[in-house]
């Protein structure tokens, strides 16, 4: 073999071996469910189970401290990857304030939910808090918006799509996995959870915010702004930060909702 055919031979073997790696480790990579970190204390929460295919997974609701005369409207909170439930707990406080609930769902295989991350089980677990939702007597049916934060956005514009959701706020997410794994030179053929969160949005056409940080390294502005533009009349609120360091825009969340009829 001449030494051209041994150099080509040699970077093929590594293009396949990385190509191998990375189809085998995914997973891992994409659902870093934290670990050595048992969930927290949930307060005044209550734990809604959902049963699922490959075991219960659970979520927790925050209502208003004061008993409403009705039923409320309902956000359904989908967390980042590398993140658990509990941690929203004191963040969502702030919308119980408003009259609202707060649904915050724990993914399979993270926290006290049984099973395995995927992107089946995860929209899985997703349309049974909708339905549980839906059945809940405290809840009124036909105020349910999801609300997904980076990989949670993927599983919420399903969510939105499928159930025709009467609104959908989108933050800090990506198009499709298959778009931010394409940084890491990782074809498309190889994603296994593609969370097409743009392609959602092809079945969704009502009221949709999306906030997005100006400098956020992990998945770009240019994304955020994107999925906005996939759905006429979006609203696109860009935050002066990151990725994970993004407070709530609380005010504008709650303008949404209100002009969505929602709140």
Same mark, same amino acid.
């Given at each position: ?18 190509? %191998? ?8 990579? *994409? ?5 050595? @970190? $048992?969930? /927290? +204390? ?98 009124? %049916? ?8 980076? *990989? ?5 514009? @399903? $969510?939105? /799509? +499928? ?101």
């Amino acid at each position: 073999m001449s030494r051209f055919g041994f150099v080509a031979l040699a970077i093929a073997l590594i293009a396949a071996a990385y190509l %191998a790696v990375l189809y085998l480790a995914q997973r891992s990579l *994409l659902f870093p469910a934290p670990v050595n @970190r $048992l969930p /927290a +204390d949930t307060g005044r929460a209550e734990i809604v189970r959902l049963p699922l295919a490959g075991g219960e997974a659970q979520a927790l609701l925050l209502v208003p401290a004061e008993v409403p005369a009705g039923p409320v409207p309902l956000l359904i909170f989908m967390h980042g990857n590398a993140e658990l439930a509990d941690d929203w707990v004191p963040v969502f406080e702030e919308v119980t304030t408003w009259g609202m609930a707060a649904l915050l769902l724990e993914y399979p295989g993270y926290g006290r939910s049984a099973g395995r991350p995927s992107e089946p089980s995860i929209n899985e677990a997703a349309a049974a808090a909708y339905d549980w939702a839906q059945a809940d007597p405290r809840i009124d %049916a036909k105020r349910i918006v999801p609300y997904g934060r980076s *990989l949670g956005g993927g599983a919420a514009a @399903r $969510l939105a /799509a +499928d159930r025709k959701t009467p609104a959908l706020i989108l933050e800090s997410s990506f198009t499709s996995v298959a778009d931010f794994a394409a940084q890491f030179l990782a074809p498309a053929f190889l994603v296994r959870d593609r969370f097409d969160t743009l392609g959602a949005l092809s079945a969704f056409r009502g009221p949709l915010l999306v906030v997005h940080g100006s400098l956020d390294t992990i998945v770009p502005i240019a994304q955020g702004r994107a999925l906005a533009a996939a759905v006429p009349g979006a609203r696109f609120h860009e935050v002066p930060c990151g990725h994970n360091d993004c407070p709530r825009p609380w005010y504008l969340i709650r303008q949404f909702l209100e002009e969505s009829g929602v709140q």
